[in-house]
């Protein structure tokens, strides 16, 4: 305590009698009698509080064991961005730390269940490949006991405009990206649309909205819409083992189906078979009348064949 309040004193008199510099052992404190002052531990650690012409600042320093490590911590006075190694910091807090390929550099907090040393658990940075361009930069890692659970990665793309995102959960497996195009895959590293899903979707309702080009087939209903007969679409299955319009199970195998363009040609499929059902109804409706008409005659004639009988 009395060293502390002799290190006090010796301060302020040296600040105010503009002393250069006054020792007491390993710590030193040097003033250039204007607006910079430090405070060094001899090789051990130091702090500094000075003016740059431009604003004021407060840094600290130390020994690494190798070396001397300046701007540890970097407080700038115009506008409280703090830096931790760096002396120019771009925000409100700029953490400056080179990341080595697989290594933690920075964690953002430990929970109660993990090590307060380690690698415990932690949600945090870590580095990945150093490369320009392509391949994984980074990830925001929770670690539990020592194993990555879940991440959030960020990759590089093919350009300094490229890149993407990618989630992983259970053991840090990859379930969601996101890449350069803005194309969603899930379950799946390489999407090839808006959204490319590789497993089953459950939804209460789904909407398909129709591209351009793709008309509902309501034509089939106009008086001039030429209607294959059924004898032609019965040669047509015949030769081709599935109904026109409608791509064979070759072709959904090999490309797949687009949702909405099946849709209205199985909905052209439906009009159509509506047309056959309208035009056979009408036919059952002719023969019930000529079956009447036949049951009334042939019961004329088996009453004339009974009375000429009884003659």
């Known amino acids: 305590m009395k060293n502390s309040y002799l290190i006090i004193v010796l301060f302020v008199f040296q600040t105010s009698f503009a002393q250069k510099e006054y020792a007491l052992g390993s710590f030193k404190i040097n003033n250039d009698d204007l607006f910079n002052t430090s405070l060094v531990s001899g090789t051990v650690a130091g702090m500094d509080m000075g003016f740059d012409g431009q604003k004021g600042f407060i840094k600290f320093s130390a020994h690494t064991g190798n070396g001397y490590r300046n701007n540890i911590l970097y407080m700038r006075g115009n506008d409280g961005y703090v830096g931790l190694g760096t002396n120019a910091p771009r925000a409100a807090l700029d953490v400056a730390n080179i990341i080595g390929n697989g290594l933690l550099g920075t964690v953002f907090g430990r929970l109660p269940e993990g090590d307060t040393s380690g690698e415990g658990t932690f949600l945090g940075v870590r580095g ?116 026109p319009e409608i791509p064979s199970a070759k072709e959904i195998e090999a490309k797949g189906l687009m949702l909405a363009e099946m849709n209205m040609s199985l909905l052209k499929k439906i009009e159509e078979l509506t047309l056959y059902m309208i035009e056979q109804n009408k036919e059952v409706k002719e023969l019930r009348e000529e079956n009447k008409i036949l049951k009334s005659l042939s019961e004329r004639l088996s009453d004339l064949e009974a009375e000429v009988r009884r003659k």
């Open 128 to 243: 990945y490949g150093n490369s320009i361009v392509n391949g994984k930069s980074f990830a925001i890692e929770h670690s539990f006991f020592g194993i990555t659970n879940s991440s959030i990665s960020f990759f590089r793309g093919g350009s300094t405009i490229g890149g993407g995102i990618s989630f992983s959960t259970n053991n840090n497996t990859e379930q969601v990206r996101i890449d350069a195009n803005g194309y969603v895959g899930i379950g799946t590293k390489n999407p090839d649309s808006r959204l490319t899903v590789a497993g089953n979707i459950h939804a209460r309702e789904v909407k398909v909205t129709l591209n351009a080009g793709v008309v509902v087939p309501d034509y089939v209903f106009a008086n001039d819409y030429k209607l294959k007969s059924l004898q032609e679409v019965e040669d047509y299955i015949k030769q081709n083992n599935h109904l």
